[in-house]
């Protein structure tokens, strides 16, 4: 990375922060982008330059972990395992969450105040599963008519682990870890422990 890339990325996280610390202590929708620009130093227009809405200021970390991860995935050799890299993929969007919590947990208690949080966070959840399940179904080995439909089902458990995890771990803060959380979801499932509906008769 340049030293132009480390400047734009500093100027980013120091947005970023600024505009946390703002809506933690007056509330998201009493913050507007000038006392946010003004915290961080800079003018509103490179403010949006960086973040089109107040939405995404909130929401960056939470993408970051999620498509982040995905970067990872789509970076593995073609033959790679696919129950192994979807493990690890969970493992890392978990692991970045887990290094800030105070940031996740304030994600979370913004999304239930506001509306258009909430509509924000649920749409970068499923372009995450969409882009997931794209990725899988490439992978798959043979290209059979199920493939579509294993690939969505595998991205979906993965996001509803994530969501899980995370919701359990925000809920409960002297709980277990996300680690231990993520390791009985995931014995859980091994185990056939999870009721699922029959089959059609």
Known sequence: MGLRELKRERTRRLISDKAFELFTDHGFGRTTVEQIAAAAEVGPSTLYRYFPTKETLVLEFVEHSLFGALDWFRE?????????ALEQVIGRVLDLMESNPDRV????????QTPSLSAHLTDATWRWRTELSVEL??????????AGLTAKLAAGIAMNIIEIVVETWVAAPD????????KNTLGLLRDGAIPLPRTPH
């Open 76 to 84: 593995q050799p073609a033959d790679a395992e696919l129950p192994d």
């Open 105 to 112: 947990r304030a994600v979370y208690e913004l999304a239930g």
């Open 137 to 146: 179904e490439r992978r798959l080995p043979g290209a059979g008519s199920t």
């Open 175 to 182: 709980g277990p870890s996300v680690k231990d959380l993520a």
